[in-house]
């Protein structure tokens, strides 16, 4: 049984550039929600456990995602956007699960 997941992120994305200047391809949105999730929603379900993510130093968003933002956090309850909110609240779970 499979156990650990290693995922290269590191290219450049010259192929979608000026867009990949700004963002990383792999955080880019399909259908609202960044690919690297749809790939991490893919890996648990086939029950994978552990992943190691292959990272270019100029990648920091990458890692920031993972991490919760509690200013973004607080705004979320003022406002009430409970949907939203679950999806943060998802993003932590993973965060905990995966990422020692």
């Given at each position: 049984?499979?156990?650990?997941?290693?995922?290269?992120?590191?290219?450049?994305?010259?192929r979608?550039?000026?867009?990949?200047?700004?963002?990383?391809?792999?955080?880019?949105?399909?259908?609202?929600k960044?690919?690297?999730?749809?790939?991490?929603?893919?890996?648990?379900?086939?029950?994978?456990?552990?992943?190691?993510?292959?990272?270019?130093?100029?990648?920091?968003?990458?890692?920031?995602y993972?991490?919760?933002?509690?200013?973004?956090?607080?705004?979320?309850?003022k406002?009430?956007?409970?949907?939203?909110?679950?999806?943060?609240?998802?993003?932590?779970?993973?965060?905990?699960?995966?990422?020692?």
């Open positions: 049984m499979l156990r650990q997941a290693i995922i290269p992120l590191a290219g450049l994305g010259t979608l550039l000026p867009l990949s200047s700004v963002m990383p391809k792999e955080l880019l949105p399909i259908n609202g960044p690919n690297l999730e749809y790939l991490l929603e893919e890996c648990i379900q086939a029950g994978i456990k552990e992943f190691i993510f292959i990272i270019s130093k100029n990648k920091e968003a990458i890692k920031k993972f991490f919760n933002d509690d200013f973004y956090k607080k705004i979320l309850k406002k009430k956007k409970k949907k939203i909110f679950k999806k943060k609240k998802k993003k932590k779970t993973i965060k905990k699960k995966f990422f020692k």
